[in-house]
T-cell receptor, first 114, second 117 residues
Framework: EPEVTQTPSHQVTQMGQEVILRCVPISNHLYFYWYRQILGQKVEFLVSFYNNEISEKSEIFDDQFSVERPDGSNFTLKIRSTKLEDSAMYFC????????????FGNGTRLTVT | AQKITQTQPGMFVQEKEAVTLDCTYDTSDPSYGLFWYKQPSSGEMIFLIYQGSYDQQNATEGRYSLNFQKARKSANLVISASQLGDSAMYFCAMRGDSGVGSYQLTFGKGTKLSVIP
């Protein structure tokens, strides 16, 4: 069964550095998302992306964050200048057209900012 | 604003028994969807089951069923014949009706299920 793949599985970076988290959504999916989960806390919505543009973003998704779909397969989340509080598990997700279609999540990238 | 409440931080169940994980929700959207996801210790999020607010019947997927009581705003997950591999964190989530392309899921805090041999 096709799945969402995320790389790397674990990224360690120093505060102030830029990081790029990569995702390959399921090939026939049209909608793409980033969520994050700080350790022990709820899963939180960051951003949704459709038709090559951001369709919705949360308050967490400030100017330090950006998303891109540079080609037909990859979907990236960039954090320009990481902060300690950015340490979390970041999940990419995608879904097909249709309100009933569920989000399919990747295995996540654990980001540790030191 | 939408809200999901999972009141059971942890649950234990004997292998082969059934277990119900509670979920209540609050929303002002007339149309919405409810999801359950499983998160094993390895961290991935696995979709289990979906219930639409206008669905006439409760959703079922194999050993998973959703006890949807719209008037009570509850969407409890029932796992029948529990297996050791069911030990995981379970999240209830809701999608509102907020426009094309928008699919912001609101998650609950989760319930940690432990299956005892």
């Amino acid at each position: 069964e096709p799945e969402v793949t995320q790389t790397p599985s674990h990224q360690v970076t120093q505060m102030g550095q830029e990081v790029i988290l990569r995702c390959v959504p399921i090939s026939n999916h049209l909608y793409f998302y980033w969520y994050r989960q700080i350790l022990g806390q709820k899963v939180e919505f960051l951003v949704s992306f459709y038709n090559n543009e951001i369709s919705e973003k949360s308050e967490i998704f400030d100017d330090q964050f950006s998303v891109e779909r540079p080609d037909g397969s990859n979907f990236t989340l960039k954090i320009r200048s990481t902060k300690l509080e950015d340490s979390a598990m970041y999940f990419c997700a995608s879904r097909k057209q249709g309100g009933r279609s569920p989000l399919h999540f990747g295995n996540g990238t654990r980001l540790t900012v030191t | 604003a939408q809200k999901i409440t999972q009141t059971q931080p942890g649950m234990f169940v004997q292998e082969k028994e059934a277990v119900t994980l509670d979920c209540t929700y609050d929303t002002s959207d007339p149309s919405y969807g409810l999801f359950w996801y499983k998160q094993p210790s390895s961290g991935e999020m696995i979709f289990l089951i979906y219930q639409g607010s206008y669905d006439q019947q409760n959703a079922t997927e194999g050993r998973y069923s959703l006890n949807f009581q719209k008037a009570r705003k509850s969407a409890n997950l029932v796992i029948s014949a529990s297996q050791l591999g069911d030990s995981a964190m379970y999240f209830c989530a809701m999608r509102g009706d907020s426009g094309v392309g928008s699919y912001q899921l609101t998650f609950g805090k989760g319930t940690k299920l432990s299956v005892i041999p």
